[in-house]
Nanobody
Framework: VQLQASGGGLVQPGGSLRLSCAASGNVFGIGTMAWFRQTPGKGRELVASVSRGGSANYADYVQGRFAISRDNAKNTIYLQMNSLKFDDTAVYYC?????????WGQGTLVTVSS
């Protein structure tokens, strides 16, 4: 499974960005998809996940600001990020579980700066 993430960039505090991640290859049996993020000196942490049926879960620190969605026909997930804060600066990784195997995307950098 290959994952192609896009949408990262530079944004001011309070601004918005939308990340996309498309899965391709052997995606038969694709299950939950998620976004993780990593900052220097910290491990990767879960941001949000969405099941194939559309059930979403969020980390407490993004609840109410971020929204994850999914297009099963395109094997694509989106992360709408609103009210961005300095602390949201990180490399965001797309992750997918396919038949008990986990695949990670290459990461896309989100920088929140004034």
């Amino acid at each position: 499974v290959q994952l192609q993430a896009s949408g990262g960039g530079l944004v001011q505090p309070g601004g918005s960005l939308r990340l996309s991640c498309a899965a391709s290859g052997n995606v038969f049996g694709i299950g939950t998809m998620a976004w993780f993020r990593q900052t220097p000196g910290k491990g990767r942490e879960l941001v949000a996940s969405v099941s194939r049926g559309g059930s979403a879960n969020y980390a407490d620190y993004v609840q109410g600001r971020f929204a994850i969605s999914r297009d099963n026909a395109k094997n694509t997930i989106y992360l709408q990020m609103n009210s961005l804060k300095f602390d949201d600066t990180a490399v965001y990784y797309c992750v997918v579980w396919v038949r008990a195997q986990t695949s990670w995307g290459q990461g896309t950098l989100v920088t929140v700066s004034s």
